[in-house]
Structures are given as structure tokens and as C-alpha cells.
């Protein structure tokens, strides 16, 4: 990454994990705030939440940053870096789209193998929020330097 895009790069960044951790700890009270015992598997578990969370976070994480590049191109803020983009990736909703799937496969499925190999029961609902936190400032740190890059070179 070129140093005139780092701080670019690592503020964004940082402000869409802090968000996105907002957003997964309103939603994980509004889905297991009332839950006496979260179980990891069945329909109301902690395995099928990974598939919209992830999903949701890598294409706002995609989404967001992406349009507030472009905004700030057009306005001469930020200038468009010399790389070449992704030409499957240059229709933004096919972007979004096809990042939050590829995440959502390749995060959900690693997040929910790490929670199977160490889930010994039942968590209270204090012991999976920290989980769901840090899971999402994990998407959101991988998506959004995706989305930037792209967005750059656009």
C-alpha cells in the first residue's frame, strides 16, 4: 500500500470496526438478549447468527466506504491510486455482493469451526457477547481495506 493511502487506509478502517461492533452488540441483544442458554447449533444458535452477521458487516464494510471514497475523489480530497480494478468487481453492487459471500463463507465457516472445536456447553448470553463483538470488528477489518482498495482504483 502506498504511504499517502496508509492513514487513509487505517482511519476508515478503524471507524468501520468501531461501528460494526456497534451494530453486532445492538443486534446481538436484540437476538439473544432474552436467551437463558445460547447453544452453537439450531435455528436460533450461535452458528446460524455468523451467516447474516458476517454477510451484513462485509457489505456495509464494502458499501459505505467505497461511496464515501468516491465522494471524496470527486471532490479532490483523495486522489485515484494508479492500479487497475478487479473488472469482475466494477459494478459496486456485484462487489458487494460477491465479497460478502466469499466472507461470509471463508469467516463464517472458520469463525463457526474455532467455536465447534472449543464449545464444551450452553453460553450465557455475558460469555458470547464478547464473541460476537470481536467477530465482528474481525469482518469489518478485513472487508473494509477490500472495499477501499477497489474504491481507489475505481
Given at each position: 500500500?502506498?504511504?499517502?493511502?496508509?492513514?487513509?487506509?487505517?482511519?476508515?478502517?478503524?471507524?468501520s470496526i468501531v461501528i460494526n461492533v456497534l451494530i453486532s452488540a445492538l443486534f446481538m441483544v436484540m437476538v439473544f438478549g432474552?436467551?437463558?442458554?445460547?447453544?452453537?447449533?439450531?435455528?436460533h444458535g450461535l452458528a446460524v447468527d455468523f451467516i447474516p452477521q458476517t454477510f451484513m458487516i462485509a457489505a456495509m464494510s464494502v458499501l459505505v466506504p467505497t461511496l464515501l471514497t468516491r465522494q471524496r475523489i470527486k471532490r479532490g480530497v483523495l486522489?485515484?491510486?494508479?492500479?487497475?480494478?478487479?473488472?469482475?468487481?466494477?459494478?459496486?453492487?456485484?462487489?458487494?455482493?460477491?465479497?460478502?459471500?466469499?466472507?461470509?463463507?471463508?469467516?463464517?465457516?472458520?469463525?463457526?469451526l474455532i467455536l465447534d472445536a472449543l464449545w464444551t456447553r450452553p453460553l450465557q448470553f455475558w460469555e458470547a457477547f464478547p464473541l460476537k463483538l470481536l467477530y465482528g470488528g474481525i469482518v469489518?477489518?478485513?472487508?473494509?481495506?477490500?472495499?477501499?482498495?477497489?474504491?481507489l482504483s475505481e
Open positions: 500500500m502506498a504511504s499517502p493511502y496508509r492513514r487513509y487506509f487505517v482511519t476508515e478502517t478503524g471507524v432474552r436467551s437463558a442458554g445460547i447453544e452453537l447449533w439450531g435455528g486522489v485515484r491510486s494508479a492500479g487497475e480494478p478487479p473488472r469482475l468487481l466494477g459494478n459496486l453492487a456485484l462487489r458487494v455482493v460477491v465479497v460478502a459471500i466469499v466472507l461470509t463463507i471463508t469467516l463464517g465457516a472458520a469463525g463457526v469489518a477489518l478485513i472487508a473494509t481495506p477490500i472495499g477501499l482498495y477497489i474504491a
